[in-house]
Every structure is written in C-alpha cells, then in structure tokens.
C-alpha cells in the first residue's frame, strides 16, 4: 500500500509497511476516523516523520500518544497549537527550559524545534477523542519501536530524551555507546517534582550537540 510519509523515513520503514501488523493497524485507524472523532487530524498522523526527515534528526523526544482533547494534537509530542492553552505537562516542560537555559518561551507549537532536527515522536499515533491510550496496543508502537531503533542503529550522537518510565522502557532499544540518552521523571504534574525539576535536559542535550560539532538546539 501506498504511504504518504516523508521520503528518507519512508525508505528507512519501507519494510514495515508489507508487515501483517501494519495492514491491520491502518484497517483499524481508517475505522476509527470514519466512526468516531479521533486526533490528530489525518493529514498530521505522520508529521513528526514529516518535519524531522531521518538524516537531520539531532535530537529525539518521545511522548506516549496524543492529546485527546479537541484542539490540542497537531502530530507533535507535547505540543498545541499557538492560541491554545498549553497542557499541563507543556507547562512543566517551559518552566524547566527558562530555569535550565533562561528562555520563556511563549509559542507552545514546537514545529520550530522539529525543523531544526527535534523529532517529536509519540509513540502511538492516533487517540479516539477524549479516551487517552484508545489506540494504544494496534500496532503503532511496533512501528515507532522500528523507527527508534533505526535512528539507533544507523546515525550517530543522537541526543534522546526520555521522560517517565514508558518512554524510559525504550532505553532498551538505543545503543548509549553511540549516543546520549537522557532520562527524568515525566513533566506531569504527578511526577514533575520527583526529578524532572532540575534534570536541565535542554542545556544537557546542546552541550552533547556542541561536543559533537552540531549546531546546538535554538529552544527559545
């Protein structure tokens, strides 16, 4: 079948998309979006594939799945549209940016950081509206599990970051010989005071960038 995802992340995935699992997840999502509200919407499924092409990833930062209220995913982890309120883990993670490297931001749409090689990757796709992790379990994970390992595998001083113990679990998939991998409690408020306060990832992250000779992140 034919996907519409950027061309260097469709060569690196190409074989995922003749997998039993992937005819069987894009049967379920199709399903979903004609039945019911489910978000993003279907031009932004593979957004952060589309901004953040596999050759200019410097920096990668996984989420679980999708904002599964009305107006809020845009095919980013983490990031609402400008205008929109910023959930309360977007919240945590500016406060932690202006106490680890001085900026308050105000944009709370990141596209400028997934142009700049920040892959913003969740690790399920789609969501039914207002039932977070509805999606979860279908297939999606196998395949970002597969992209993760990729840019593993085959790039070089990639920076990770991973927030909370599901994106942490993904560790196992990232060879740290040849990268960073930064980890910290979620910006949730749940968990936001037991380590992810202080845990200075945006500093950390430009700083490995620096040593490597890349361009550091411009977060602001």
Not at 88 to 93: A, E, G, H, K, T
Not at 104 to 117: F, N, V
Request: proline share 7%; aromatic share 12%; with cysteine.
């Amino acid at each position: 079948m034919t996907v519409r995802i950027e061309p260097s992340w469709k060569a690196q995935l190409e074989e995922e998309f003749s997998q039993p699992y992937w005819e069987s997840l894009t049967g379920f999502v199709r399903a979903e979006y004609a039945e019911r509200q489910c978000f993003p919407a279907g031009r932004n499924i593979f957004r952060a594939f589309d901004l953040t092409p596999f050759d200019e990833v410097k920096v990668v930062i996984l989420g679980q799945d999708p904002y599964h209220t009305p107006g809020a995913a845009m095919g980013f982890c983490f990031s609402v549209p400008d205008g929109n309120r910023p959930q309360p883990s977007l919240q945590n993670i500016f406060q932690e940016l202006e106490s680890d490297v001085g900026i308050a931001r105000q944009r709370t749409d990141l596209s400028d950081w997934a142009g700049q090689g920040v892959f913003l990757l969740n690790s399920v796709l789609t969501v039914r509206s207002r039932e977070a992790g509805s999606h979860a379990g279908k297939g999606w994970e196998t395949f970002t599990d597969s992209a993760i390992k990729r840019l593993s595998a085959q790039r070089q001083d990639l920076v990770f970051i991973l927030w909370g113990s599901y994106a942490i679990a993904k560790r196992a998939l990232i060879d740290p010989r040849k990268h960073l991998v930064i980890t910290s409690p979620h910006p949730s408020p749940f968990s936001a005071h037991k380590g992810f306060f202080g845990s200075r990832p945006f500093s950390r992250a430009n700083a490995y960038l620096a040593q490597q000779g890349k361009a550091p992140i411009q977060w602001v």
